[in-house]
């Protein structure tokens, strides 16, 4: 009976290892993506690089005045509500709903000739490979 109930409590142990895993996998990967949209971003005024929106089930479409010339507050401000989710299979949202996004996306910037949010799907798969083997590392 002892035995089993060892056993029991290590499998539990590791379960609820592997889930960490996942939302550590799931989050780490958002990240790279939302980082990655952002600095592909063209910048004017800064205004399109500071209007990417991270939200959880459904996308927000919200748009501001706000500008992030550098990227570095859009990065920390999505990087920091994607750490506080327990991803569990459920979406992770990255929009930018300025209405010339469309635009950017299909190469009217110089600056972003391949787009950004086509170029970083392309890159999903090597992405994906790249930070499973750093959480299996962890």
Do not use: C
């Amino acid at each position: 009976m002892a035995t089993n109930d060892r056993f029991r409590a290590r499998m539990a142990q590791r379960i609820k290892a592997a889930k960490s895993k996942h939302d550590l996998f799931g989050q780490k990967l958002s990240v790279e993506l939302l980082s990655r949209m952002v600095m592909r971003s063209p910048v004017d005024t800064g205004r399109f690089r500071g209007n990417w929106n991270v939200s959880l089930s459904s996308p927000d479409l919200s748009t501001d005045q706000s500008t992030d010339p550098s990227g570095g507050g859009t990065i920390t401000k999505g990087a920091a509500i994607i750490s506080g989710l327990v991803v569990n299979g459920q979406t992770i949202y990255i929009t930018n709903s300025l209405p010339y996004a469309y635009r950017l996306e299909t190469g009217y910037s110089q600056q972003a000739p391949a787009g950004i949010v086509g170029l970083t799907v392309v890159e999903f798969s090597s992405i994906a490979k790249q930070v499973g083997a750093e959480v299996r590392m962890l």
